[in-house]
């Protein structure tokens, strides 16, 4: 069991409760096959599904899907190909729910800024979803273990930091 000695502060900031830092992110959902030529495009960086990649049109980044059209496939070679060729956010594929998640790389609300599109027959980024979003600063906290009462909630500043690197946990404590 571990100990710890916490330090109970007035609330020192603007926002309701405090927040944690995050990238502006969007999440792709597919529901079907790819078909070669669709694109999605990050910024300005346009992803081409391919089946191989001599047929990418010129100045777009190929996704290498091969003859194997799957949403699985498409998924994972999508995430793939971001990370190896974007300088501005990452991909995570999720097989299970056939999803891209693009982050980001930087957490505050410049990634919000970001546009994304797509061309998809069969998948989306959702309705009206034309950009990133979701990217915020977190809010400083000086000194590790500080403690704030916000009600119905406590806040624990877990990690003591700036508005990029600081960590809150919010908690109701239990009843023994």
Same mark, same amino acid.
């Given at each position: ?48 599904? %391919?089946?191989?990649?001599?047929? &990418?049109?010129?100045?777009?980044? !190929? /996704?290498? @899907?091969? =003859?194997? #059209? +799957? ?29 891209? %998640?693009?982050?980001?790389?930087? &957490?505050?609300?410049?990634?919000? !800024? /970001?546009? @994304?599109? =797509?061309? #998809? +027959? ?49 908690? +109701?404590?239990?009843?023994?």
């Amino acid at each position: 069991m571990e100990y710890r000695e916490l330090y109970f502060q007035k609330k020192w900031f603007n926002e309701v409760s405090p927040k944690n830092p995050k990238p502006a992110s969007a999440t792709l959902t597919f529901e079907g096959v790819v078909v070669a030529g669709e694109k999605v495009t990050i910024g300005d960086e346009i992803y081409e599904f %391919v089946a191989a990649a001599a047929d &990418v049109t010129e100045e777009n980044i !190929a /996704v290498v @899907v091969g =003859e194997v #059209l +799957t949403a699985d496939n498409a998924v994972e070679q999508l995430a793939k190909t971001i990370n190896a060729n974007s300088a501005i956010v990452t991909g995570v594929a999720d097989k299970t729910d056939d999803i891209c %998640v693009i982050s980001y790389n930087a &957490v505050g609300t410049a990634g919000n !800024a /970001v546009t @994304v599109a =797509e061309t #998809l +027959t069969n998948a989306s980024f959702g309705t009206d979803v034309t950009k990133l979003s979701g990217g915020q600063y977190g809010t400083p906290c000086p000194i590790k273990d500080t403690m704030v009462y916000i009600t119905p909630y406590y806040y624990w500043c877990e990690v003591a930091g700036n508005k990029d690197d600081v960590a809150w946990k919010r908690f +109701t404590p239990a009843s023994y």
